[in-house]
């Protein structure tokens, strides 16, 4: 992994304590808490963009297509 980069990042009392929560129970820093979960929720995003394209693209299509079912079918 190259060099770590750092950002601060400003919490109410509420998320706080949510991470530190997580963080006493999982025996793990804070910000590896918060870093994980940053990635994830980048991960979801990513996910959620590209199921939309998805559906974009099978809006174009001539013909309906077969489901994953049908085609084990066959």
Do not use: C
């Not at 963080?23 to 793990?28: D, G, I, L």
């Not at 808490?33 to 939309?52: F, Q, S, T």
């Amino acid at each position: 992994m190259g060099k770590q980069l750092r950002i601060n990042v400003m919490f109410d009392k509420s998320l706080y304590s949510a991470i530190e929560g997580i963080s006493k129970r999982e025996n793990t820093s804070m910000s590896a808490i918060v870093r994980d979960l940053v990635k994830e929720a980048l991960e979801l995003k990513e996910d959620i963009g590209l199921a939309k394209l998805a559906e974009e693209r099978e809006e174009t299509l001539p013909e309906k297509l077969m489901s994953h079912e049908e085609v084990w079918k066959r």
